[in-house]
């Protein structure tokens, strides 16, 4: 166990619909950072927040979007979904200043139909 | 901008030795290595700063050259348990709040009995 919690594991969703991802980050942990994974893509870095606060953006879509609520879990929000969506989202937290490794999430693998 | 990483795979035999690169056309600040096997999350291995020294862990050790903007990943007498593909992940400012990381496409390394 990491020390950060992705919910669900697997979701299987058909196109044109919505779903959230949730991630608690490592206790201590104040930056949280989403990525996408696909076989071709690599990691993909879509967004960070920071103590509740957005701080950098990535190749997010614009169905896409997510926040970061006071007790510093995150939420990834995918609408419209399409084909192309399928992928493992990674959720991962560091202490921020960027002297510090990421500690990954376990992942959450969209399948859209 | 996505750091280039080669190479793409490689396979080794049971104690050889292995480096893997990561290329950089920004300038730096930070470079991460991270492996990750197969349906698991990347783990983090280590980090390395501008202006800081070279690390090692375990047989495992990594330099960053800043001028070239270039790091690179030393496995030696590998062992069974370090296939897995290898990224890096590229930081280009200083730190505080603001930071995300750029990964590579990675390095598919197989070690074999």
């Known amino acids: 166990d990491s020390g950060v919690t992705q919910t669900p594991k697997h979701l299987i969703t058909a196109t044109g619909q919505r779903v959230t991802l949730r991630c608690s980050p490592r206790s201590g942990d104040l930056s949280v950072y989403w990525y996408q994974q696909s076989l071709d893509q690599g990691l993909q870095f879509l967004i960070q927040y920071y103590n509740g606060e957005e701080r950098a953006k990535g190749n997010i879509l614009e169905r896409f979007s997510a926040q970061q609520f006071p007790d510093l879990h995150s939420e990834l929000n995918l609408s419209s979904l399409e084909l192309g969506d399928s992928a493992l989202y990674f959720c991962?937290?560091?202490?921020?200043?960027?002297?510090?490794?990421?500690?990954f999430g376990s992942g959450t693998r969209l399948t859209v139909v | 901008q996505q750091p280039v990483q080669s190479p793409q795979a490689v396979i080794l035999r049971e104690g050889e030795d292995a480096v893997i690169n990561c290329s950089s056309s920004?300038?730096?600040?930070?470079v991460h290595w991270y492996r990750q096997k197969h349906g698991e999350a990347p783990v983090f291995l280590m980090i390395l700063l501008k202006g800081g020294e070279q690390k090692g862990h375990e047989k495992i050790s990594a330099s960053f050259n800043e001028k070239k903007q270039q790091s690179s990943l030393y496995l030696t007498a590998s062992q069974l348990s370090y296939s897995g593909t290898y990224f890096c992940g590229t930081g280009e400012d200083s730190g505080g709040s603001n930071y995300k990381l750029t990964f590579g496409k990675g390095t598919l390394l197989t070690v074999n009995p």
């Open positions: 920004k300038a730096l600040y930070s």
């Open positions: 991962a937290s560091s202490g921020g200043q960027g002297r510090y490794g990421y500690t």
